[in-house]
């Protein structure tokens, strides 16, 4: 299994950046898929969800309205399109596979090295 995040960098409050995740190693479409992050000094935090299909999704609180989980299974590849970015949102982002029957705010089975957000003014 591997997962390879990319898009991060230094944004300014209000802005916007999407985040992508290639996978490979298993079957991208037969997995739920989540992003978390961890924000300097602090633990890991749940993010975002997305089913296999990619209809069903769910946020976390702090960030509902503002960020948008995505995948496409033909080209192995988890988004997250982050807007109105805030300093709260600096932190080190990961997509992770979830496996099945469990809390996928909490359980992941793998996940990537991460790609790093820094928003500031």
């Known amino acids: 299994v591997l997962l390879v995040e990319s898009g991060g960098g230094m944004v300014q409050p209000g802005g916007s950046l999407t985040l992508s995740c290639v996978a490979s190693?298993?079957?991208?479409?037969?997995?739920?898929m989540s992003w978390f992050r961890q924000p300097p000094g602090k633990g890991p935090e749940w993010v975002a969800h997305?089913?296999?299909?990619?209809?069903?999704?769910d946020y976390a609180d702090a960030v509902k309205g503002r960020f948008t989980i995505s995948r496409d299974n033909g080209k192995n590849t988890l988004y997250l399109q982050m807007n109105a970015l805030k300093q709260e949102d600096t932190a080190r982002y990961y997509c992770a596979r979830v496996p099945s029957d469990v809390d996928y705010r909490l359980q992941y089975d793998d996940w990537g090295q991460g790609t790093h957000v820094n928003v500031s003014s």
């Open positions: 190693g298993f079957t991208f479409s037969t997995y739920a």
């Open positions: 997305i089913k296999i299909g990619g209809r069903d999704t």
